[in-house]
């Protein structure tokens, strides 16, 4: 994650970045908002949901030209936005893959294959990556490959696992940790930041240490008190999703009920 920091904070505090941000525009007009730079992924993620939406309704909605207007506007964000977005939205649809495979029952690796591999990829990604990538970059078509095949082995461990018959271990904590995960994602950069800063300026921490007990005590504290402020945000935010999802729902039924009647009573 440190590497996806690479400006100076300072420049990517003020209102462009805030707007280009609030926009999902992040790493395509403007840098990523203030400390938090694992943001980036947001901005794509947002604009796959968006196309993918349009694709949906051009190819299923029963209005020929709501279908017209979605299946171009589609395809105008689809040139508009950088190659490098759209490319990597091929490993966003890995996860549709999965859904499908599983769906249509076809044979599924035993979970240890599925495993195995997955945890070989890992290995072979990390053992992979250019060293020396801020002064000598790798083309965007190695990073790709790359990143592609870590993904197909996570499908392939994802669905080597849903042929389990028995429950996974600690069940119930990984269903806790499932209901923050979204805050943890939003907020762990800058809190991070924040820890390792202030370890710095009080405790002379340097955030590069060569592996010892100090070493080990160190990150397990900073990933200990990451976890708790995410948390504690995530009871604030996160754990209304259900409750606003249900007002939402409530709130545009309604309405749509209310532009009905008027048309039936006019008839």
Known sequence: ?????????????????????????????VGTLGSNAPLW??????WYYCIFALLG?????????????????AIFISVVLPKKLMLWGIIWLLGIGIHIWISL?????????????????????????NIDNVANQESMITS??????????????????????TQLAWPRFNEWLAEFSYSTYLFHFPAMLFVVAAGYQFFDLRFQVQPSMQGVMYFLTVTAVVYIYC???????????NTLRRKLNSYFSASEKCAVVPAENAS
């Open 144 to 165: 790709f490959i790359r990143d592609f095949m870590l993904g197909f082995a996570y499908c392939i461990a994802m669905v080597s696992i849903s042929k389990m018959t």
């Open 105 to 129: 029952k076809l044979w599924r690796p035993h979970p240890l294959f599925g495993l195995t591999v997955f945890i070989f990829a890992i290995i072979a990604s990390r053992m992979s990556h």
């Open 41 to 46: 992924s947001l901005a794509y993620e947002w």
């Open 57 to 73: 309704i051009a190819l299923t909605g029963r209005d020929g030209r709501s279908r017209i207007i979605c299946g171009l506007s």
């Open 1 to 29: 994650n440190t590497v996806s920091l690479n400006q100076t904070i300072s420049a990517t505090v003020d209102l462009p970045t805030f707007v280009g941000n609030f926009f999902m525009m992040q790493n395509i007009l």
């Open 231 to 241: 948390y504690a945000l995530s009871l604030l935010t996160e754990r209304y999703t």
